[in-house]
C-alpha cells in the first residue's frame, strides 16, 4: 500500500492535514521528504503565461530569425539588415 499525506511535524509528532484511512496500532514505515514552499497554483492556461512573459527578455532584434546563431554559435543565415 502506498498512500502519500502531508503533514506537519511539532517536534514530537506528525499531524496529517487531511483525514487517513489507515488502520490503529499498526506499524507502517514513513518516507519523510521536506517540502521547501507551497507551490502556487495559477487558473492561467499556457497563452496566458507566454503572452505575460513576452517582450521581459532583452535580446537582439533578430533573435527570432537568428535563433541558432545566439544559441549555438553558428554562422548568422541573414548578414545584411
Same mark, same amino acid.
Given at each position: 500500500? &502506498?498512500? !502519500? &499525506? /502531508?503533514? +506537519? =511535524?511539532?517536534?514530537?509528532?506528525?499531524?496529517?492535514?487531511? *483525514? @487517513? %484511512?489507515?488502520?490503529? %496500532? +499498526?506499524?507502517? @514505515?514513513? #518516507?519523510? @521528504?521536506? #517540502? #521547501? !514552499?507551497?507551490?502556487? /497554483?495559477? %487558473?492561467? %492556461?499556457?497563452?496566458?503565461?507566454?503572452?505575460?512573459?513576452?517582450?521581459? =527578455?532583452?535580446?537582439?532584434?533578430?533573435? *527570432? *530569425?537568428? $535563433?541558432? $546563431?545566439? &544559441?549555438?554559435?553558428?554562422?548568422?543565415?541573414? &548578414?545584411?539588415?
Amino acid at each position: 500500500m &502506498l498512500e !502519500k &499525506l /502531508t503533514v +506537519t =511535524y511539532d517536534g514530537s509528532a506528525f499531524y496529517p492535514e487531511e *483525514s @487517513i %484511512n489507515l488502520e490503529p %496500532n +499498526t506499524r507502517y @514505515i514513513i #518516507q519523510i @521528504i521536506a #517540502q #521547501q !514552499k507551497p507551490t502556487d /497554483t495559477t %487558473n492561467k %492556461n499556457a497563452w496566458d503565461m507566454l503572452e505575460e512573459m513576452a517582450g521581459t =527578455y532583452e535580446a537582439p532584434e533578430d533573435w *527570432s *530569425s537568428e $535563433h541558432d $546563431h545566439y &544559441l549555438y554559435g553558428t554562422p548568422k543565415r541573414n &548578414l545584411h539588415p
